[in-house]
């Protein structure tokens, strides 16, 4: 859930990158109902529309304590748990930016309740490998979509 984006909705412009007249301040967002077992969280955006070979990382958190179900608006870079680096090389959140001529870009907002503390993986990981490990220790996932489009 959020109260600043709407699945399968625009994602309004304080969301979008600087260069692309946003603010790249990350959305609120929250989440419940966690399974037994959940020991932590992994949150990420993700552009898989980008016009690249592997879409674009625009945010990704591991280790997020058990006990946290929400970041507030803008708190990416300072959330608890691991923020990696972002595509652009800077941990924290980088707002959207769909370059023009690339049509509609779906970003991917998810959180995963995992059943380990830990992840195996260090700071200086990448979001694909974040992506790769969850996924061996997801017990549910939660997914809001939200579009933009410069064209």
């Known amino acids: 859930m959020s109260n600043d984006i709407a699945d399968g909705e625009a994602l309004p412009r304080t969301h979008w990158d600087e260069s692309f007249g946003g603010s790249d301040?990350?959305?609120?967002?929250?989440?419940?109902?966690?399974?037994?077992g959940?020991?932590?969280?992994a949150v990420s955006c993700f552009d898989p529309d980008a016009p690249t070979a592997a879409g674009f990382w625009h945010w990704a958190v591991y280790d997020v304590p058990a006990?946290?179900?929400?970041?507030?608006?803008?708190?990416?870079?300072?959330?608890?748990?691991?923020?990696?680096?972002?595509?652009?090389?800077?941990p924290g959140y980088i707002g959207a930016g769909p370059p023009p001529g690339t049509g509609v870009h779906r970003y991917f907002f998810v959180v995963d309740a995992l059943d380990v503390e830990h992840l195996d993986i260090t700071p200086d990981a990448t979001p694909?490998?974040?992506g790769f490990q969850r996924h061996f220790h997801s017990l549910a996932r939660g997914i809001l979509v939200a579009t933009?489009?410069?064209d």
Do not use: H
């Open 67 to 90: 006990d946290v179900t929400s970041f507030a608006t803008g708190e990416a870079g300072s959330t608890p748990g691991i923020t990696l680096r972002n595509e652009t090389g800077v």
């Open 25 to 36: 301040t990350s959305p609120q967002l929250s989440w419940s109902g966690a399974p037994e």
């Open 38 to 41: 959940t020991r932590s969280f």
């Open 128 to 130: 694909s490998i974040l």
């Open 148 to 150: 933009a489009t410069s």
